[in-house]
Structure formats: C-alpha cells, structure tokens
C-alpha cells in the first residue's frame, strides 16, 4: 500500500538530487528507477540520469525545457516543481537511499504473498519464491549478474589488435617494465620529501592528457595554481623560479595561456578535494559526464583523519583499499603518491640498496594493495651548490653516471613491486629547474 510517507521519502530523494546532482553517483550505486512506486518520480530519476550522463547541468528551469514534450508523463509543471523544493538539505541522504530500498523488497515479499494460493503447485510456488529473492538479492547489485558478458568481453579484447594497452607515461623503460599505466590497477609512486614525486606525477598526468587520456590529478598538498605552473614549466621549458617570483615575460605568459587552453581541451581536472570520499565521489561524477582512464592523489597521506586509538597504518590501509576498489569497479588507473620514511635518507651501499618497498611510510597495506610499486631516488643534497663543488673537489662527481649518488643530472627509478611485469631500476634525466624528468 502507498503511503504518504512513502512518497514524501521518494519526493526528498529527488530533492534532494536536484539540489546537488553530484549525489547520483551514490544514487545510481543503489537505487534504481524501479524501485520508486510512484510511476511520475521513475520517470523523473530516469530524467536526472540521463541529463547528468549528457553534461547538462540539473536546475528546475532547464530540466522543465529538456523535457517539456514528455513533463506531463512526469505529473506535469507544477509537480516537477514540488519536488524540485521537496528537500533542501543533503542530510541523512545514504539512509532515505536503504529506506527506498528496503521498502521496495519488502513490497517485493508483500505481491509474493498476495499471489501465492492453494491451487497453485509446489513447483509453481518455489519457482515463484526464487524468482522474489533473486529480485530481492540482485537489487543491490550494482552491476547485473551476466556470466557471458564476462568471457565476451575478454574475447573481444583478445581479438582487438588495435585497443592501447594503458597509458603511455612517455618515459620509455618505465612503460616497458610497468606495461603502461593499465587500468584497473593500484600504482604508488613513492619518494622522500623534496626528491621529486609531485614533478614525477604532474608530468605524466600532462603527457598522458596531451596524449588523449582523460585524467584526473587529486592533490591536498598544492594548490591548483602551483599544480598548472610545474606543468606549464615542464612543459614549455620555463624556469620554475619564474613561476614562483612572477617574473614571466609577456611571450611566456602567452605561451602559458595557450598550454592552459590545452589543457582545458583535453580536460585534464585538477582537485583540491582534501577528504577522500568525497574525491571518490568527485572522480565518479568525472568519469559519469567524460569517460576516465587514470587518477593521480597526491599524496595519500595528507588525505588521512586521524582518529585517536588508531595506527596510521591502519588509516593509510582504509585509503588504499578504497582506491585499489575504485580503480577495480571504475575501470580505471589509480596512481598513489606516497611518502618515504626518513630511513631512506640514512641508506647506505649501493643504488638497488638505497630505496626499498618498506621505505614507504607506514608501508604495510599500501604495500600490500598495490600492484605496482615504484620508488623515486635523487641524491637532494646536489641541490646545494656547497655539496655539489666538494663532490667535484673529492672526483666523485661524474655527469655521465647514471648513478643518481654521483651525478646531479641523474633521477634513479625502481620498480619495488610488479605483479605483471619486471624490477628493477632504472635511469632518467633529472632537470630540476623545469620540473622534468626525461628518457636517457
């Protein structure tokens, strides 16, 4: 039976998804247009989705236009209205989502008990009784259970000679131990502070767009601004220093405002999201409005609430289970960035020896749910013209090594971990001063 309180929870879903169409991401994760019972709120969600899926953006006005032929299928102006301002705050959202659901599967078993009579077999009944659950069960699903699909779409990707095997970082060795930056898979990226982690990351997240990639660069520990000026700087070979004292010429800031329009073309998004569900949520939105292919967070661990009475370990793990999730349900590529411990700087011996997987900080679960683990090694003391003379003084500086302990001009990087492809190290051009790493 339909009740009034019914309607008015479907009424404050809708609502509520008009007031921040953002939401439907979680929408979609659990509900789905048949479980609303009022035939004129099924059609209004179905509405929502398909405006969000097309790029249009959701207020009352526009939603009335994109759907003035068919409104009246939806109970017409005035009802789309009503709903519209039926809710005005995103509180208890997930709970009114299981209310729905809930409500729907028990309606579920109330239409299987009105159907269910005497004269009706054995057979008949538990045919019926499966048929229930398997709508009760598969309703929070959030894809459909179909076995071909999945050998379908392994065979159509077997047969397909032409399909790009991931992202190409354009750092040659790196893509032929990793096998590009394939979707689906955890990657972390890790360093000690100041060795270049975020230069590493921002590059590839550059190339990878002016390569056609759809990308997304999370960061908590820059602003968007520094972010597009270490890849304006990598890109148009311009000195970092000139970015941050505001000393571009004119020609360089024309350049600059053609590369940003570059950048917009491909549509690379910046996010300075600093709590991680909600950046999930934020890469959900992306992906449902313009296709994903990879996520760079920089880094995780500023992404971290502590809460009393637990490790950091464990926080850290809560993180990269998400994101080994989010890149597994989404299809997708997640590159975490990470710190180094302090260990690292007291290493000793040879370069293999100087950075290993459990140099990351609180290592345990990253390590664990990542796939891939690359560690980044720069000797950050070349970075001092002092050090760098009493090298040359000592004979120990030598340009042509590729041995990031004896050349300045040098980025050594190890792959730790690799579930599909080979370790070990390799070596790059280091340019600090453009915040760029190149092929040797």
Known sequence: MLTSQHIELEQSILGTLFLNSNLLVKAKDNIKPYMFQVENHKRIYEGIIKMVSDDKEIDLINFLENYKEIVKEMGGVSYVSEVFSCSSTELAFETKLELLIKAYQKRLVLDLCTYISDDMTIEHMENKIKNTLDKIYSCTLKKDLNIEDIYDDYLLELYNDESELGAKSGLTKIDEALGNFRKGRLITVFARSGVGKSIFSTQLAKDMAFRGHKVIYGTSEMTRNEIIDRMAANH???????????????????????FCGELLNNQLYISNETDIDKLINEIKVYKLRNNLDIVFIDYINKYVNVESNVRLTELLGKITSKCKTLATEEDICVVLIAQANRNVDKNIGEVYEVITEADIQDSARIEQDSDQIIGLYRQKLFDEKIFREKMYRDGKLKYDSKDAKENPNCINISILKNRHGTRGIKAFRWEGEYCKISNW
Do not use: G, M, P, Y
Not at 237 to 256: A, G, M, Q, Y
């Open 236 to 258: 148009l070979h311009i000195s970092c220093d000139k970015f941050n004292n505001k000393r571009l010429t004119n020609e360089e800031k024309d350049k600059v405002s053609a």
